[in-house]
């Protein structure tokens, strides 16, 4: 591939939840520029966000969303970031990238502007090993491979579905670290791509993550947070335990690691403390319930797998907050959503995941 | 802990399989001088090991392993370097350090000269985390934590058994890989330690390991290699799995990732690959097995979960080839020869794993 073409130009949409900084789209203008973009307004709807010249993007506020959702516009959270996930679903693009607008371009340890859009898609293009760890990490990189001792039955790898990146400068902690470790910054660049293990959850962070829409759009559900709701900020987290159940029980790989971008400011830990405290008690009962679920023989697409974990959070996790019934149902409408968006032709790779 | 005061000095042994190169101790020599070295000489017992003035050791060769094991000498690989683990039961000290006499000290990318046992001491004695990934990696060193969305239940971790360190320059490569890629060196600094998912295998190499003798030695055992048996270079990696599952079922933690080595030399691939070749067929049924091996409850030590895995060991792999039925009775002896080496007393810890 020439320099010159970006790389999966026209199968690649950025979604971006709000944009509250005219900086970042501006220091972000040499790597998002030849992409399209799709903002999706998380506020009032009469507010206006200015977008620079030269970007081709389309914006989407509350009005857009009830307008072309109806009733299911229900499922997409309002004021919250949590908002996005309509952007994946009105997307016609085969690969997404998410970014928040408070993350800036990073430096690597030699000075270089890092192009992180760059890497997610070489995350995305290249193989994940979930069945076995390789100790130099990703096995595909330049100058690495599989060590001895790992099974070459495995080396084939199977599809990525996430590419997770990391941040440097303000970490992303819950409100109780921010509140501990208000002067922590993250200053280390670990050089390191590496595919998160079948059976093991972990933390997915929102703020630069990049998927194959066509092999998990469906489960990238931000839940139900912000306005109206008991929560906030597990809207990222509760994608990644869905989408990670949903790739082990289909076959398909998380990456996390590189790119790094640069997270400029610490969002309030007293105004995040009163979103997440429901969430730090809650996630005790959720993070069993995950790591126990058990997806059937017959869930062959991201659909019938996220309508199965809708129906198993019903069943199993209502008990712990009725949060969680009101949430089962909007997992179902999304999906209904998602489908009346997506109509057969164009989901088609979903179900030959 | 003063810097003056060597970490653990009276709490650990450096066992070496054998030392060919009057280099190799001479430029480890400010980091281990002040410790007690077990040298396990795997060849000819005729030839003379020359250590150089100033360190602290004891040497075995094959005449001292078969006078202190008599019949139970035969566990121990003979003309292979895997006999270091005859080391590993001689010790009385609670860590062991393990090294290949080619490697050397590596720097890191500021130009320092790596300290690795300093690195393994720091990740043997901080807790391990291998039910949850953690995405800015070992949450306990500085400048990191755990990250949001990471159960707060599960931020206590669990003890360390087992400190993985990794290679710069010579990557551990198999046959084939060193074969297809002669001029590929390992020159990418990663910053990191993690601890592997439970549930997870990986390839333990035996060139810069560490562990935690009380808490997993007696499932150290570096198999039959070498000298009469059908194949090498396998020893180091049958530990690795037999340990990551005994691990996994008695809570316990392995990390890998820092420190790094500098490994000088490749060995011979087509040498390699007579060793290697039916360990390459053989590991194909070998994974499996170790993926889906069940200890019972009662299985409360290593010595007893070590005794059922040769138990399912026999039964299981036999059928690959008869090796695997005596690699089994020699998993039997190994640990009959521990516990006359290690009476009650000493390996007390063992029980309270």
Redesign the interface.
Known sequence: MASATPLLKDELDIVIPTIRNLDFLEMWRPFFEPYHLIIVQDGDPSKTIKVPEGFDYELYNRNDINRILGPKANCISFKDSACRCFGYMVSKKKYIYTIDDDCFVATD?SGHKINALKQHIENLLCPSTPF??????EPF?E????????????REGVPTAVS?G?WLNI????AP?QLV?PL?????????VLT??????????GMNLAFDRDLIGAAMYFGLMGDGQPIG??D??WA?WCCKVICDHLGLGIK?GLPYIYHSKASNPFVNLRK?YKG?FW??DI?PFFQSVVLPKEATTVQKCYIELAKQVKEKLTKVDPYFDKLADAMVTWIEAWDELNPAGASVANGKA
């Open positions: 340890p076995f760890f390789n100790t130099l990490y990189r100058g690495a491979d599989f060590v001895r001792g790992y099974p070459f039955s495995l997770h990391l970490p992303d902690y819950d670290t470790k922590e910054r993250n200053t280390r660049y670990v050089d390191a998160i293990p079948k059976g093991t959850l972990f933390p997915m962070c900020r597990y990222d987290m990644g996390t997440e730090i996630q005790e993070i």
